[in-house]
């Protein structure tokens, strides 16, 4: 009986809240890309021991239920925690969960509304982070990364 593969040609893949397309496994060996390119990430090429992904933090995009979830986070802009400094933000980044960077979004949401002086680094990460929110929305919705920026948008001023 064949193996069968758990990643194929074609599958999208969350590494880092990038969003990475899957165009090659060859020899147990996965090879992928950025899925929204750009000017510095156009001959950007990864690859990965298919016996080592489950020591990453490589997953599959989240499904359309957990979506929903995280837009709900923005919606009730219910403040869990805070986040005490800039450094607290970027680990939380790195933790690859989706809802994490909504928590983190709504934080700095309501910071960014409640003051009028707000550090540039800041400003940044939350960029980053609804970069990283919109590509994923945009790849289980089927929308362009614009209709998914805008939605956030929508969800965060509702």
Same mark, same amino acid.
């Given at each position: 009986? #064949?193996?069968?593969?758990?990643?194929?040609?074609?599958?999208?893949?969350?590494?880092?809240?990038?969003?990475?397309?899957?165009? &090659?496994?060859?020899?147990?060996?996965?090879?992928?890309?950025?899925?929204?390119?750009?000017?510095?990430?156009?001959?950007?090429? @990864?690859?990965?021991?298919?016996?080592?992904?489950?020591?990453?933090?490589?997953?599959?995009?989240?499904? #359309?239920?957990?979506?929903? &979830? @995280?837009?709900?986070?923005?919606?009730? #802009?219910?403040?869990?925690?805070?986040?005490?400094?800039?450094?607290?933000?970027?680990?939380?980044?790195?933790?690859?969960?989706?809802?994490?960077?909504?928590?983190?979004?709504?934080?700095?949401?309501?910071?960014?509304?409640?003051?009028?002086?707000?550090?540039?680094?800041?400003?940044?990460?939350?960029?980053?982070?609804?970069?990283?929110?919109?590509?994923?929305?945009?790849?289980?919705?089927?929308?362009?990364?614009?209709?998914?920026?805008?939605?956030? +948008? +929508?969800?965060?001023?509702?």
């Amino acid at each position: 009986m #064949k193996k069968k593969r758990i990643y194929n040609v074609g599958d999208k893949i969350v590494d880092y809240g990038q969003i990475f397309s899957i165009f &090659e496994i060859k020899e147990r060996v996965i090879y992928f890309k950025p899925f929204f390119e750009n000017v510095q990430t156009q001959a950007f090429v @990864c690859s990965i021991p298919i016996k080592n992904i489950r020591k990453t933090q490589i997953r599959r995009p989240v499904t #359309k239920e957990k979506l929903k &979830e @995280c837009v709900q986070i923005l919606k009730d #802009k219910i403040l869990e925690e805070e986040f005490k400094d800039i450094n607290q933000a970027k680990e939380l980044l790195g933790t690859n969960k989706l809802s994490d960077i909504a928590k983190f979004m709504v934080y700095m949401y309501k910071e960014m509304n409640a003051t009028e002086t707000v550090s540039h680094s800041k400003k940044e990460i939350f960029e980053k982070a609804s970069e990283r929110f919109a590509h994923e929305l945009a790849i289980i919705t089927n929308a362009s990364v614009k209709k998914a920026k805008n939605k956030i +948008h +929508h969800a965060l001023n509702a």
